[in-house]
């Protein structure tokens, strides 16, 4: 089974959803502080990252600013801090999902599931796909994304995204429809949150966010792939 990280300070959570991640099956490791977290992170390469924001010694979003830097390692929030502009900004600086204390441990399993799911194996028979004159390019082999033979650093939600846009070419996907795709489940009050990875998602493959030319949205609905397949 895969092998999950808990970066959590208060040891009661810690211990509950250690408790019910061991349940399935998951290899569970633990850390109590960023620093820890963060030379965790480099020694033992997780499958999955299970992160608070109050930590001491190195902040949860600090330490998300760091590891994005060299990895897209599914990373879900479990933070007390609940409102609508903290969870976006969570979202914003790399976050795949976010889940408020008080939560439920059998829904945070869920999630980690559902994450995991959604990491594609890396066949040979996953094709390359080019649009625009190779202005972006989708290799699915290795899971990387190039913009004018550029490499772009995408979030796995950010990837998921657009690998799903990319291969449905102007079928329009509502917001619940998105978060269906990529978490595997329906979460209320989550679907808004899809704009700001397809924000971020834009700024990383467009050529002029504020023109874009291969998220295109659609007013009312969600979103759609506009791009032209060389």
Do not use: W
Not at 76 to 96: Q, V
Not at 111 to 135: C, D, M, W, Y
Request: net charge negative.
């Amino acid at each position: 089974m895969a092998k999950i990280l808990i970066i959590e300070d208060e040891l009661k959570i810690q211990q509950i959803v250690k408790a019910y991640l061991q349940k399935e099956g998951f290899e569970v490791l633990t850390a109590s502080d960023g620093i820890t977290g963060l030379e965790a992170v480099k020694t033992h390469v997780p499958d999955l990252i299970i992160l608070d924001l109050m930590l001491p010694h190195l902040s949860g979003e600090e330490l998300l600013t760091q590891i994005r830097q060299s990895s897209d390692v599914p990373i879900i929030i479990l933070s007390a801090k609940s409102s609508e502009d903290e969870r976006i900004f969570g979202l914003n600086i790399g976050a795949d999902d976010y889940l408020v204390k008080p939560f439920s441990p059998r829904e945070l399993v869920a999630r980690v599931f559902a994450h995991l799911r959604r990491i594609k194996p890396k066949t040979a028979e996953t094709p390359i796909l080019s649009f625009n004159g190779q202005q972006l390019i989708i290799d699915d082999v290795k899971h990387e994304v190039f913009r004018n033979g550029e490499a772009v650093n995408l979030t796995p939600t950010e990837y998921k995204i657009l690998l799903c846009l990319c291969r449905n070419p102007g079928q329009v996907f509502s917001r619940s429809q998105l978060v269906e795709k990529v978490q595997g489940y329906q979460y209320s009050g989550y679907d808004r949150t899809i704009d700001s990875h397809v924000k971020n998602l834009r700024q990383k493959i467009e050529p002029n966010p504020e023109e874009p030319r291969f998220i295109l949205t659609v007013f009312g609905i969600g979103y759609k792939f506009g791009g032209e397949r060389d």
